[in-house]
């Protein structure tokens, strides 16, 4: 049977606006402020065999989860129908990154035929474990990181199963979030389903499913396009981390495959660090996905000719029970270092180092006006790196977020009981060159009621951003905790305490620089100075 | 009624100004004239008194003038504002530039972010902090304004702009400053965040009032030079102006904010469309507007148009735009329109829009250069748009471009030249068809239960086709279509929203808690109208809550009917839980709070009433003009008779396969398809007999 051309584009389309639907459903009803004004989540409709065929908006990040998700659900279970939906959290059932990212998936039937699925990913407040928010720097185990949910049903046939939102409820500290942000996701993953059917009706199975196999041919095609543009040969870079290990990426380019070799790094750790190789995998994706298209729809075909190669038992493929719950600081390092050893040789497609980090920061304790228990779990926002023609932007989310959103002070102030007092670029000096890196944030957290508790982690504190071609590197993040006893800089912290008037000083870092500071146009370096965000001392020194 | 009663409407467009003018005679008798002149940039009422003019209107003989005006649209878009300075809270200065951080083009690692209105140099902090229950934690320290606004002149600001965290709650500091500047430079214009919104976000919050403050003097200009020169010919009362929230607002509060009449254009049409569904008693309406570069598409329900205070300009899939938090017609925008170009990528797929050939070079068919197949290309070939009476005769069709176009595109396409022109009618309708499914489908509404009502210039071409894809039972097009937008602007009332947080559980004494809030908005508007001039038996309020279930941040709009009381929380509640359970098909057991309040706030200043026509007969003969090949896509080629639309009369019938022209528009009837006029002269089209 062949299949018009223009109805195969209309499914393909109406399967991006399904996921964004799916999104848009979510981020409305959910309880927890990381998933409703951070948006820490991601939407996506796979084939039905769980090859992801379309994504909504989120954050890239969580793109490549879901179709392992839904491939992991699929080895496991024989008995999916109709009205049944699933839940995992765990990376070594589906799960990928670390348990507090719940996973909603859903099949999607036409006459009779498992035909997609739609999922569903966000970060949940709390899923138990040995710290409020489940994440703790002192894990050693998985087990300690919360609630383990092995993709199991958790609706059959539309009929809830209590006994497990029971479970579910009953393992958190903030169980009315969690209870409200699942049913938010099933809202979404519903919502999809709904329309994916209808557009299966409309067309019939066989069209819908021809539609989807093309639109990751065509994701393919454009992928090896691109890729042919990029120069050949293996690259190897590497670096020393901020605790002194090394980490180490060769990338080998040939004309229709992409491989990063990860195989060549240190074993597991015993802290909660490591990263799963779905994750890796997914770090590697997203890199070359910005190198060979970053207009065209990210499908399962877009990824076809990345080959990733790791270690099992090594800090990026770690085994069964290993912590993972900062699995991303780790991630993005990997993601990082691929991106930081091919920019010498493609300088126009990637610009030089951003703040780089997730910059993860949770503070909780008592709401001093309503009594309740609040939970700030936030990324940061950061400097991006400057490119070979263009400044680098000033506090935006680093490249594992995307549509992603800051809490409004206004907001922080009212939901969290405390205080902002500053929210503010960072002038630090650093990220100078021919063209500068964007800055970093402060944001000053004054704490209103005594049993607080800050917990952050954050790369990119030592081995800060790194310049390209003679430009200067960037600023470093990290917290400052600012009690009257004295200040103390983190750059990992677990559980520490906080009380009244403490002050919490979030600093990111400024994104490094491009080319030669002495050759930055005059005019630029007076309109910095202007916007005070370099003094005249500073500028006469890197810029004469 | 003794005399005749003449309301008129002019619009200022990017290349026509128009005119309406509808006269209502003693018996209820209706005339309406059109006008059309040339927009005359940057004197722009030069045009409307040229048109007034050329339409034989006498302005000391006008009741009732409303206008509607892109200046605001434009002055923003185009970069043609002023120098703003802004003043905020100490720490907080770089709010504007820092925004939200959000990156919505999120593979690619050169991301622009929007630059921000005002440079840092020109934002300026001082200390004072209130909380978010609207308490002074810090008294405000204004002794730095002197300094402050004298390197402001010397930088050549010419508008300032206040924002300070929690103003929202408790506007005493920016009142403060906001006077103490009016002191210090009293030729200034400043605006300060409270006068135009009291809602949280302090991005938001900033950014609106700086966007006001930046075209408020343009604004003003314009419409102080407008008033005056329709007083000097005798205009006797100051047109109104039509706002984005669909009503119009006196003249001189937009001079003073200018920032909400953002998007008055598509809101004329959408009220438009309300007041008519109330008319034809269609209370539940999809509206859509097809012009030359987009399409825009809104929800009404129960006649009520909704509007939301989320809105942005220059947002889209590559950037974050700026938030502007006024009261807004609840719409979608997508950039199909008529003059759409279809391009086939690397790759073999076929896109329509969002770029636009513009009135220059146009499509292809205008036979000015352009090389590019628009959608208008392709309804002409498909023989939906008559070639012979191209732009009501006002332009001879290129077909031989046309067809050089089309057979390019086929060509990469590896498709006949037909199959090109479907596809491309196939695929912009399609992104229609997703546009009007964000407003209804993805918000809990089955569309079975809405009629289509289509106007702008290529509304009726694609109506039908929408129509069947959505299962909507009916499609009506507004009789005079290419007016409608002006007619919309007659039915306006003097319409005020008025959006405030007030965080608040639904516990004992909240009823009455919730009361004051509305009590105390509603007075304010009631000093504001009577200050006007407006008698106060003219003035009626709406009153809606924005509930969440506790912990959550977005909000459910909840219409409350009179007096609150702590007798009534429970109903309430259990409304929200129904609405929630509506749009998101689930309802929680657990504590609902209420977040802010919208009153609306409506006074009545003479707008049009309609009378019905006697309905003649059935028999619509008379107006059939010839018959021609239709191409109806998946539906065939098929004999289509055509119709004279300004022949049709009240009461007339027939079937299709059919094509309505007038000058204005093309109404494309599909086989099947019943069609009938209405006591209007609207036509409704049944989908299946």
């Known amino acids: ?544 | 009624m003794t005399k005749t009663t003449c309301r008129v409407a002019t619009d200022v467009g990017g290349t026509f100004t128009d005119l309406v003018a509808f006269e209502t005679a003693p018996d209820g008798s209706l005339k309406v004239t059109t006008a059309k002149s040339d927009t005359t940039p940057p004197n722009f009422e030069n045009g409307v008194l040229n048109v007034l003019h050329k339409g034989g209107v006498d302005p000391s003989t006008v009741d009732f003038m409303a206008h509607g005006t892109t200046v605001v649209i434009n002055a923003l878009t185009e970069r043609k504002g002023v120098s703003v300075g802004l003043i905020t809270t100490e720490g907080f200065r770089d709010t504007l530039e820092i925004a939200r951080g959000n990156r919505p083009d999120f593979f690619n690692l050169h991301y622009e972010k929007p630059e921000p209105f005002v440079p840092r140099h020109l934002r300026a902090e001082v200390p004072g902090r209130m909380t978010y229950q609207g308490d002074e934690r810090a008294p405000l320290d204004a002794s730095a304004l002197p300094e402050i606004l004298d390197d402001f002149r010397k930088e050549g600001v010419e508008a300032i702009a206040v924002c300070l965290l929690h103003g929202y709650a408790n506007p005493a500091h920016e009142k403060a400053v906001l006077a103490e500047i009016q002191k210090l430079w009293p030729e200034v214009s400043v605006v300060a965040s409270h006068q135009i919104t009291r809602e949280w976000r302090e991005y938001e919050r900033s950014n609106t009032a700086v966007l006001s403050a930046y075209v408020q003097p343009v604004a003003a200009r314009y419409l102080g030079r407008l008033d005056a020169g329709l007083k000097s010919r005798g205009l006797p009362k100051s047109p109104y102006i039509m706002q984005s929230n669909c009503g119009v607002d006196s003249l001189q509060a937009t001079s003073a904010i200018p920032i909400t009449m953002v998007e008055s254009g598509p809101a004329s049409g959408f009220w438009g469309a309300a007041e008519l569904g109330k008319l034809i008693d269609e209370p539940n309406i999809l509206a859509l507007d097809i012009g030359g570069t987009t399409a825009k598409c809104s929800l009404i329900e129960g006649g009520e148009v909704k509007i939301m205070t989320d809105y942005w300009i220059e947002r889209s899939r590559k950037s974050a735009g700026y938030p502007i938090m006024v009261p807004v017609v609840d719409l979608v925008e997508i950039g199909n329109g008529g003059g759409s170009i279809a391009r086939v990528d690397d790759f073999g797929k076929l896109h329509v829009g969002p770029q636009s050939a513009g009135a220059l070079p146009g499509p292809a068919a205008y036979g000015k250069g352009g090389t590019e197949a628009t959608t208008t290309d392709a309804n002409l070939w498909l023989g939906r748009i008559n070639r012979d009476y191209f732009c009501g005769g006002a332009i001879e069709a290129d077909m031989s471009s046309t067809e050089t176009a089309l057979t390019n595109l086929a060509s990469k396409l590896n498709v006949t030249v037909d199959d090109a022109a479907r596809g491309i009618v196939r695929i912009a309708n399609d992104n229609m068809v997703n546009a009007l499914k964000l407003v209804s489908l993805n918000r809990g509404h089955d569309t079975r239960d809405f009629t289509l009502l289509a106007f702008g210039g290529g509304g009726s071409m694609h109506a039908v086709a929408l129509a069947q894809e959505l299962q909507v039972k009916k499609v009506v097009v507004p009789a005079a279509a290419s007016v409608f937008s002006a007619w919309g602007m007659m039915m306006s009332d003097l319409r005020r929203d008025y959006f405030a947080t007030q965080l608040m559980d639904l516990d004992a004494g909240a009823g009455a808690r919730i009361e004051a809030v509305f009590a105390e908005t509603e007075a304010e508007a009631r000093a504001t109208f009577e200050a006007e001039g407006v008698p106060s038996d003219k003035i009626s309020f709406l009153r809606y809550g924005k509930f969440r279930y506790q912990n959550q941040e977005h909000t459910t709009e909840v219409p409350l009917d009179g007096t609150i009381t702590d007798v009534i929380l429970d109903k309430v509640a259990e409304d929200f839980h129904a609405l929630y359970e509506k749009e998101y098909t689930y309802r929680l057991n657990a504590p609902v709070e209420m977040v802010g309040i919208h009153l609306v706030a409506r006074a009545e200043v003479g707008k049009l009433t309609m009378a019905p026509a006697e309905t003649g007969p059935a028999d619509a003969s008379g107006a059939i003009k010839a018959t021609r090949q239709v191409d109806y896509a998946l539906e065939g080629i098929h004999e289509a008779t055509i119709y004279d639309g300004d022949a049709l009369k009240p009461g007339m019938a027939f079937k299709g396969p059919a094509i309505i022209e007038d000058s204005g528009s093309t109404v494309v009837v599909h086989p099947k398809n019943h069609v009938s006029i209405d006591a209007y002269s609207n036509i409704h089209i049944m989908l299946k007999g």
């Open chain 1, 1 to 544: 049977m062949t299949h018009d051309p223009i109805t195969l584009e209309i499914i393909q389309n109406s399967l991006s606006a399904a996921a964004d639907e799916m999104f848009a459903a979510m981020g409305k009803t959910a309880m927890s402020s990381i998933i409703y004004e951070v948006l820490d989540m991601g939407s996506g409709i796979t084939d039905a065999d769980g090859r992801i065929a379309s994504s909504g908006a989120g954050i890239p990040a969580f793109i490549g989860v879901l179709d392992k998700s839904v491939q992991f659900i699929l080895q496991k279970h024989d008995d999916i129908r109709p009205g049944d939906v699933f839940i995992t959290n765990d990376p070594w059932h589906g799960g990928v990154t670390h348990l507090n990212d719940i996973v909603l998936a859903m099949p999607v039937f036409s006459d009779g035929t498992l035909i997609a699925w739609t999922a569903i990913i966000a970060h949940n407040s709390d899923i138990g474990g040995m710290a409020p928010g489940s994440l703790s720097g002192d894990a050693t185990e998985i087990f300690q990181e919360g609630l383990r949910l092995p993709a199991v049903k958790i609706i059959n046939q539309g009929v809830t199963d209590d006994a497990v939102m029971d479970v579910i409820s009953c393992n958190s500290r903030m169980p009315d979030f969690l209870y409200g942000d699942i049913w938010a996701a099933i809202a979404g993953v519903r919502v999809g389903a709904r329309r994916l059917e209808g557009i299966a009706e409309k067309y019939g199975t066989e069209t819908f499913q021809e539609a989807m196999s093309r639109f990751m041919e065509f994701g393919e095609k454009s992928a090896c396009a691109e890729l042919a543009k990029l120069p050949k040969g293996t690259f190897e870079l590497d670096e020393e981390q901020d605790d002194g290990q090394i980490f180490n990426v060769k990338v080998t380019i040939s004309e229709n495959e992409f491989i990063v070799d990860f195989r060549d790094n240190p074993d597991q750790t015993a802290g909660p660090g490591n990263a799963t190789r779905d994750g890796t995998v997914i770090c590697a994706q997203m890199l070359f996905k910005a190198l060979t298209g970053p207009d065209t729809p990210a499908n399962d075909g877009s990824f076809r000719p990345l080959k990733v190669l790791t270690r099992e038992g090594s800090i990026f493929h770690a085994k069964e029970p290993a912590a993972v719950g900062f699995y991303y600081e780790t991630e993005i390092r990997s993601n990082d270092l691929i991106w930081r050893c091919l920019a010498p040789h493609i300088p126009e497609l990637l610009p030089a180092g951003h703040f780089s980090s997730i910059c993860g920061t949770f503070i909780g304790g008592i709401h001093p006006d309503t009594g309740r228990q609040y939970t700030i779990i936030e990324p940061q926002i950061g400097g991006w790196g400057a490119g070979h023609n263009h400044d680098g932007v000033s506090c935006n989310f680093c490249n594992f977020h995307g549509e992603t959103y800051n809490t409004p002070a206004e907001i922080s102030e009212a939901r969290n009981g405390l205080y902002v007092d500053k929210m503010a670029l960072n002038d630090a000096p650093g990220g100078e060159g021919e063209f500068t890196g964007g800055r970093g944030l402060i944001l000053e957290y004054r704490i209103r009621a005594e049993q607080g508790f800050l917990t952050m982690g954050y790369t990119r504190f030592k081995e800060k951003p790194w310049a390209l071609h003679g430009g200067v590197e960037g600023s470093g993040n990290y917290v400052e905790v600012i009690k009257p006893e004295g200040t103390t800089k983190y750059s990992f912290v677990s559980g520490l305490d906080v009380t009244t008037d403490d002050v919490i000083r979030v600093v990111s870092s400024c994104g490094a620089g491009f080319g030669d500071p002495k050759k930055r146009d005059k005019a630029a370096v007076a309109a910095d100075i202007k916007a005070e965000l370099i003094t005249p001392e500073r500028a006469a020194e890197i810029y004469d």
